[in-house]
């Protein structure tokens, strides 16, 4: 294999055929770290983010069982790491701890990480809540309106406030946009409550986190370390987590300019428990990841995706991973003997091992290593021993955790949301001034109303004091009454006698 210095390359592993090296020159052609539980890969994914670091180059990495923190302070002796020292001829070997920055969805072993509704996107969002193609398309229009009219949708609240505005104006709406059910709405606005519960209201709002943030360096030029705890979130919520991800990988393929063939990589990324990456993702969306990992390393982003299984990665997604790092595999089932063959398949075997029978007998801290050489090309694969950490492994305490956090240069830049005006409130503002015209609208009809009833209350008085009669006018027509009756009532007493005689 090519052996160059050490500011162009770190040791992984070595064995007693050859070495096996990562070239930064390489490392943004990405890579894949799988094994069963227990069989080392964490401690490899910390051996690796060191020794990018070392080089120069910022490292996003996700603690997925809460054993990364220890990155940060320096290790101590220990019979494991003095044989392994010994055994790989480490000569440069150091105890140290290496600058990292904490993060936490939730806030609470971190700084917050959040994001807003608007940069995650509809697609994301779509996958991220279940939906169906009706579904996304309503979604896509509150996007649509949003910006129509613009509007920031910035929280789980601006969402909800559009999709209710959606649906009241569903009519008028719908020459432009399409059919727009009341159905359809409610069912995305229950995912979205769900999705709170989740925590969905901690991870989508402002400050967002700016992808310079992850990608800072310390005073001497090494490469600072971000451990985003992930143990709840992937818990919890996996979907939100698999989101994040894209989400993240997204935007550093949108912000960041082409670097063409540089000798290190911008920031490499590390993604523990990955096969919820891809889980339940729609066929449209995998595409996009794929082209995703196929073009973001003209950005120069590495990306590494860890998992217990290479079948949990898609094939298209998997062609793209050039260094591979494969632990033992627990050769149980007809799943775990396919996932075998396609790993033997996968390496270039130089050295005629009998990888079938070292795959299943690989001890804690071995592995089946295979990097790429100057020209991009597979190096052989070697079964080697995985040098160790300098940093302490295992988890920090809590008042190791809270002190990293009073140091970190991100210290109060994410630790308070802010809630400025978005779609939420303009939309409120708009149903406000509506609710205010209509109740004038209805004031005015109602005083045109009584204006209307005074007006003919006037009429008919006006019309009964017309015929009202003076007091001598009664008193004379009450007097002919009555003389008119006595005249009638003797004209038929006269006519009747004469008729009876």
Known sequence: MTTVTQMDSFLIARSEQASAEQLCAMSNRHG????????????????????????????????????LSGISQTSKPHKEITRRIDLLGLEDYQHQGYATILWDVFGERGHPVRT???EMGPDILSALLGLNETQSGILYVCFAIADDEGMLLLDLKDLRSMLSFVAENA??????????????????????????EQGGSN????????????????????????????ERLIRESPKLYAAFLLWL???????????????????????????????????????????????????????????????????????????KIQHAIRAFTPKDQKAIRGVIQGFRNDYELDLK???????????????????GAPNPVINGTVAPPESSIGPIDDATRAKVLENSPMRGRYDVAVDRESAYERLQERATKAAQAAAIAEQEAEKTKQEAKS????????????????????????????????LGSKLVRGLLGSLLK
Not at 39 to 51: F, I, N, P
């Open 249 to 323: 990988l997204s935007e550093l393929f949108e912000e960041l300019p082409e670097a063409g063939d540089a000798p290190r990589p911008k920031i490499v990324l590390f993604f523990d428990e990955a096969h919820l990456l891809f889980k339940g993702m729609p066929d449209s969306l995998l595409d996009k990841v794929e082209q995703v990992f196929r073009l973001i390393r003209s950005k120069g982003v590495g990306i590494y995706l860890v998992s217990q299984s290479p079948m949990d990665i898609p094939e298209n997604v998997a062609g793209q991973l050039g260094m």
């Open 116 to 118: 807003t509704i608007s």
């Open 455 to 486: 007006a003919r209350q006037a009429s008919k008085q006006s019309r009964r004091g017309s015929r009202r009669q003076t007091m001598g006018e009664a008193f004379l027509k009450s007097a002919m009454r009555s003389v008119g009756r006595s």
């Open 357 to 375: 029978s070292i795959i299943t007998t690989l001890g804690v801290g071995e592995a089946l290593v295979s990097t790429l050489d100057s020209a």
């Open 32 to 67: 894949l770290i799988t094994g069963a539980t227990g069989t080392g890969k964490t401690v490899t994914l910390q051996v690796l983010a060191e020794g990018f670091a070392k080089a120069g180059v910022p490292v996003f990495c996700v603690d997925a069982k809460g054993d």
């Open 203 to 230: 991870f989508f709002g402002e400050p967002a986190l700016g992808l310079p943030d992850l990608m800072h360096r310390d005073f001497s030029g090494r490469g600072v370390i971000n451990v985003l705890d992930a």
């Open 171 to 196: 009519k008028s709406l719908r020459q432009e946009y399409g059919n727009i059910t009341s159905a359809s709405v409610g069912a995305i606005q229950r995912r979205l409550l769900v999705l709170d």
